[in-house]
């Protein structure tokens, strides 16, 4: 998920610079606003998945769950 974070705010970045400088002073807010739920998706599928499941073994009540959780 850190990865995912770090090129969502590198490719922002990227497209403030050479595509809209003039949004460059929102590019924190951009940011905060993206990486947020994120971060809480992460957070709320670490509880409601258990570790020892790998992605294959997902089941579509932990999608469930998680989708009537937002």
Partial sequence: MGQAAVGLAAGLLIQRLFFAPADLPQYGMNVTTLQVPLFA???????VIPADVGYADIRSAHTLELYLAH
């Fill in 41 to 47: 998706t992460a957070a709320l599928a670490h509880k």
